[in-house]
């Protein structure tokens, strides 16, 4: 008889626990200039100094603010090289009503300034894309209504949080690491139709919160955690796994953070002020605890010995 579970027995086991405006003296200039004011309070937002693309700022804390340094403009008049030069983009555009009886869409040229130029002009604003379509009368109306709004429209998309996942799962072991990790489904993009405009959105997935059911969580955090080989169940700790200190059914749940972008009509990505968090269905995790024994057989040899997957006792 062996004084200690066999090398065959501790495989058994494991196997047991998978179950501002233009210039107003410009009279010739007539624009739909927008501020939108996006004062981003939160972790979400930056500028990339190397490229000049706004992205996740995820070391922010939850007191600081990051601002968008740019004035938005909708050029109703479409030039492209000064006030007399049309863009031939524009005057091929066609902007058709919606809708039966609608109005005719506006074609428009988007343009940005930095918000540091006090009082800019027209000259201030380069394009940055466009030509496009804009339905409304005043631009500027239209577009701060969207930024008054999309957070909440945001909130409603039905984005894909991904799945928690553990190893062992179902069960596993009293003091061996366990490892969490979820199954990420990356940048997810909507088309909506919102004030009759429009407009596309970008979810991104920026952080994650990981609650053990225990009484401890770890995150926010933006590691999603990995899955590991078998053969490094219960002994490896990740960046995202856990160890029980007693027995029992645990409650585990994922939080995941995603913060948003969207466009008007193609016009210039602005950062949404604020994120959506959606949290996954509970799953049970049994946490056992190991015991050990005398045997005689290891489980290839007698399925029904203690210990393996077989036994009835």
Request: net charge negative.
């Amino acid at each position: 008889m062996r004084s200690a579970i066999s090398l065959a027995a501790a495989a058994c086991l494991l196997l047991a626990l998978q179950g501002g405006s233009a210039n107003a003296d410009d009279r010739n200039i007539d624009v739909g200039y927008v501020d939108n004011g996006l004062h981003l309070t939160g972790t979400q937002w930056t500028r990339d100094p190397a490229t000049g693309n706004i992205i996740p700022k995820l070391e922010a804390g939850p007191d600081s603010t990051t601002e968008d340094p740019n004035q938005y403009m909708a050029d109703v008049h479409c030039r492209s090289g000064g006030s007399d030069t049309p863009d031939k983009g524009c005057l091929t555009l066609d902007c058709p009503p919606k809708t039966r009886g609608g109005q005719e869409g506006t074609p428009v040229i988007w343009r940005q300034a930095p918000k540091s130029i006090t009082n800019p002009v027209w000259t201030d604003f380069p394009a940055v894309s466009g030509p496009t379509c804009l339905y409304d009368p005043q631009p500027e109306n239209v577009l701060a209504n969207i930024a008054a709004r999309i957070l909440t429209d945001f909130r409603q998309l039905p984005v894909n949080p991904g799945t928690l996942q553990t190893q062992p799962a179902p069960n596993t072991l009293k003091g061996g690491p366990t490892n969490f990790y979820t199954t990420t489904t990356g940048e997810q993009t909507f088309n909506l139709t919102i004030l009759g405009q429009n407009v596309h959105l970008t979810a991104t997935p920026t952080s994650y919160t990981y609650t053990y059911g225990d009484g401890t969580t770890l995150g926010p955090t933006p590691t999603p955690g990995q899955p590991l080989p078998q053969t490094q169940w219960l002994t490896t700790n990740t960046r995202t796994s856990h160890t029980y200190t007693q027995t029992g059914n645990y409650q585990t749940t994922l939080t995941t953070t995603f913060t948003g972008t969207y466009t008007v009509n193609n016009g210039p990505p602005l950062p949404i002020n604020g994120t959506l968090d959606i949290t996954t269905p509970p799953t049970t995790i049994h946490v056992w605890k190991t015991q050990k024994t005398l045997v005689a057989d290891t489980c290839q040899q007698n399925p029904n010995s203690w210990g393996c997957p077989g036994a009835t006792r």
